[in-house]
C-alpha cells in the first residue's frame, strides 16, 4: 500500500468523513476530504488527481437540504474520468439505490454502518483489480 494513492472521500458529515478518512489513512492511503462541494466535481478531479473515490450517496447542507445528488455526481466522475473507481457509501439499505448507483458507474456500494475491514478490502481490491487491469 503507498501513501501516494490518494483517496477522494466525499462525505456531508465532518464526524464521518474523519472517521472514513481515518481508515483511509490507517490503511496506508492518502484521504482528501470533501465535505461540501464549492466548485464541480470535475474540477475537484483536475485539482486532486484522486486515485478512487468514495461517495457519500446523500449529501446534504447543515440545514438538512440536499446539497448534492450522489448518482448525479458518479455519473460526472465517470463521464470526467472513467478510470477512476467510485465506491458509494450510504445508510440507504434499498437495494434499488445499489442497483441504481451501479448503473451510474459505481464500482462498489457499501451500506453504513459498514466494519473497518470492510472498507479497507473493497478499496484494496478495487485498486489492485485497477492495477491488474492495466497490466494486461
Not at 30 to 38: G, R
Not at 55 to 62: E, F, I, S
Not at 96 to 121: H, I, N, S
Amino acid at each position: 500500500m503507498s501513501s501516494s494513492i490518494k483517496v477522494l472521500v466525499v462525505e456531508d458529515s465532518p464526524s464521518q468523513a474523519a472517521v472514513i478518512a481515518e481508515i483511509v489513512r490507517q490503511a496506508g492511503y492518502q484521504p482528501v476530504i470533501y465535505t461540501t462541494l464549492p466548485t464541480g466535481i470535475a474540477q475537484i478531479l483536475n485539482k486532486e488527481h484522486p486515485d478512487l473515490v468514495l461517495l457519500d450517496l446523500k449529501l446534504l447542507d447543515p440545514h438538512g437540504k440536499q446539497m448534492a445528488d450522489g448518482f448525479q455526481i458518479c455519473r460526472e466522475v465517470k463521464r470526467s474520468n472513467p478510470n477512476v473507481p467510485v465506491i458509494v457509501i450510504t445508510a440507504e439499505s434499498d437495494d434499488d439505490a445499489c442497483e441504481w448507483a451501479l448503473l451510474q458507474g459505481a464500482d462498489a456500494y457499501l451500506q453504513k454502518p459498514f466494519d473497518r475491514e470492510e472498507l479497507v478490502t473493497l478499496i484494496g481490491g478495487i485498486l489492485h483489480r485497477g492495477e491488474s487491469e492495466s497490466e494486461l
